[in-house]
């Protein structure tokens, strides 16, 4: 998968090519694209964490606005 722009991404599609920089790195011997490989996936690790973070919240509200709404 080519270097597109994180912000196109989404969740899975991050993922993927997360996993996918992952097999690819186990068997990196060239130095220069390790360096990039590693740097890309830390932009995906980081980019999983924040839309992981905000469905947690989305979430949290949804289920805590559904409890004041109708009571059981």
Not at 8 to 26: G, M, N, P
Not at 34 to 39: G, H, P, Q, T, Y
Request: hydrophobic share 40%; net charge negative; glycine share 2%.
């Amino acid at each position: 998968m080519p270097d597109i722009d994180i912000n196109e991404l989404s969740y899975v599609d991050a993922l993927t090519e997360l996993k996918e920089l992952v097999d690819r790195l186990s068997n990196e011997q060239d130095i220069d694209q390790l360096a990039k490989e590693v740097s890309r996936a830390k932009l995906l690790i980081d980019f999983c964490r924040a839309r992981i973070a905000n469905a947690e919240t989305e979430i949290n509200q949804i289920l805590s606005d559904g409890s004041e709404e109708n009571p059981i």
